[in-house]
């Protein structure tokens, strides 16, 4: 107890003297506030300037034949051969046989259509002789009389040419017939399905199989009303076709693309689709099959991504993704006085990458390119030099020993 008061008297006596002090009316003097300057927001800047920008539009789309067909043999018969480039998934070139048919009816209409003909050419050289002769006995009877076509046989001459005419056509068409048998490619290519095998009886419009050409192939590529106006698509087989790039769409978008098709956009299809509004593009592959080069061959019904070549904007600001705050605002630097200026941009063209506008900007504008988490309109700023990559660093540092 007795600590207790002992240390309370100092305090106590302390305050008595404050209070006596603020009575006799001495000025007790306030602490005064102290003036920082404002804290300026450090950042990068980039100077705008107009320039010119190639359009690429992104898409998508999936690998289709261009040239496919349904093999039908023509003629009627049994399979009795398929041949090895008539499997599934095999090569074939033009003019290849496919299959073979049993010849042995088709070569009896051969050789009965040529007893036809032969027929038909004595009866042809019987009417000749038999009109020659009636001109003379003719003659004979009535000299200096016309013979009329009838006492000339001529209406029997006629008829004779005829069957002349119908045997020769039955004979070239059995003669068609008979090489129909062997089933040709009509272009080279490569089989889709075969429907058929050996032994099997087919009539003149048998699906044998299904193929398609190897050639060329293509992809089908939907383009959006509101790109449509950066590209110039070809609508007669005069125009130039437009130039498109080919990657897999399978391997994931992040990574580098090891491989890429080069493909062209030929025709576009006369309708929009009555659901997304969108036109589809055909562009065209060549050896999509990788016949004749080194790169992997595509699969019919592969996706792939597809960068178009489009049109190039003229006189255009290139706003990188990176330097915008908002959807479409960036943060300009007013030079005289640096400080923040927000400004709001309507772009005519953005991807992921960038933003491209002609209005709202002028020549020579500095543009904030460091993240400014919080930056009001009109904040003070100082400009900082960007500070070297690791990259750049290293390469500098590299070539220190060669300088000296």
């Known amino acids: 107890m007795k600590i207790l008061v002992r240390a309370t008297i100092p305090v106590a006596i302390l305050a008595i003297g404050f209070a006596a002090w603020k009575w006799l009316g001495v000025p007790v003097e306030k602490p ?11 950042t990068e800047k980039s100077v705008l300037n107009p320039s010119s920008y190639a359009v690429i539009i ?4 999936n690998v289709r034949s261009e040239q496919a067909a349904t093999i039908t043999p023509l003629v009627s018969g049994r399979v009795i051969t398929i041949n090895p480039s008539f499997e599934d998934g095999a090569f074939f070139k033009k003019g290849d046989i496919l299959l073979e048919l049993d010849p042995a009816d088709l070569e009896t209409e051969v050789f009965a259509s040529e007893s036809r003909l032969a027929r038909a050419e004595a009866t042809q050289i019987q009417e000749q002789a038999r009109g ?3 001109e003379l006995n003719w003659q004979e009877i009535s000299p200096g009389e016309e013979p009329s076509p009838l006492v000339l046989r001529i209406p029997q001459l006629r008829e004779a040419d005829a069957n002349v005419s119908s045997a020769q056509a039955d004979l070239v068409q059995a003669k068609r017939n008979l090489e129909r048998s062997k ?42 009303p509101s790109q449509l106006p950066f590209i110039d698509l070809p609508d007669n087989k005069d125009d130039h076709p437009v ?3 080919l990657t897999d769409a399978l391997v994931d978008p992040s990574q580098p693309a090891t491989h890429q098709w080069k493909a062209h956009i030929v025709r576009t299809e006369g309708t929009l689709d009555p659901t997304s509004r969108e036109l589809f593009a055909i562009a065209r592959i060549e050896d999509p099959f990788s016949l004749h080069s ?19 904007l003229q006189d255009v600001y290139v706003i990188p993704r990176t330097a915008m705050r908002s959807l479409n605002r960036v943060f300009l630097i007013e030079k005289d006085n640096p400080k923040i200026k927000r400004t709001d941009l309507m772009p005519i063209w953005s991807n ?7 209005n709202g900007l002028n020549p020579g504008d500095w543009l904030a390119t460091s993240q400014l988490p919080y930056a009001p309109n009109g904040a003070p700023v100082e400009i900082v030099e960007p500070i070297p990559s690791e990259e750049a660093a290293g390469s500098t540092n590299s070539a220190k020993p060669e300088d000296s």
Do not use: D, M, N, S
């Open 32 to 42: 005064k506030p102290q003036h920082h300057a404002p804290q300026r927001l450090q």
């Open 58 to 61: 992104e898409t998508q789309g």
């Open 132 to 134: 020659k002769q009636a």
């Open 183 to 224: 089933v040709r490619a009509p272009f080279g290519g490569r089989v889709k399905r075969r429907l058929v095998g050996v032994g099997q009886a087919v009539g003149a419009a048998t699906p044998l199989g299904e193929i398609f050409g190897t050639a060329t192939a293509e992809i089908r590529l939907p383009l959006a």
């Open 243 to 245: 130039e498109v790039i």
């Open 294 to 312: 080194e790169l992997p061959q595509l699969r019919i019904g592969q996706p792939l991504r597809a960068a178009v070549k489009g049109i190039t």
């Open 352 to 358: 992921a990458e960038v933003l491209i506008v002609r």
